[in-house]
């Protein structure tokens, strides 16, 4: 058996394409098909806040880029679900596009609220690309203080 020296060299280009179909699969396993590789028709999730006071669920989306028109709301239960479409952007006829980062595709989020709630009162706005639903709950679920008397 003979001894070699070992010698450093950097990935061709070849290898690192290796490497990186690796870890697109890797991501894969995990979160479906990866939308840098062209999948524009992948189903994503935008960034919510919920807030809960006494009176209401207040549920704020950050939907940038999205239509109002394409914006649906619904309310079955306490299970609140708003979904829609981020529409893909082609590139311009002129120039080449050389990356593709942001989210394309579909979007569905539900949240069960846990209360009952008003749904003849319920309001949805969309301003600046930030989607804010206000549902009020039934004042049966509201928190009431009970004075306690001495017996």
Known sequence: MAITRWSPTLPSSRDLVGI????????????????LRGDTAQLYSPAVDIDESAE??????DLPGVAQKDVKVSLM?????????????AANQDGN???VERMYG?????????????N???KATYHDGVLEIRVPKAEEARVREIEVQVG
């Open 120 to 122: 003849d009162k319920v």
């Open 77 to 89: 239960g306490d299970t609140l679900t708003f979904r829609g479409e981020r529409k893909f952007e």
């Open 20 to 35: 990186q179909d690796e870890v697109n699969r890797l991501f894969d396993s995990f979160f479906g098909h990866s939308p």
């Open 97 to 99: 596009r050389h990356r």
């Open 56 to 61: 209401e669920f207040v549920i704020r989306a």
């Open 106 to 118: 579909t979007f569905e989020r539900s949240f069960i609220l846990g209360a009952p709630v008003r």
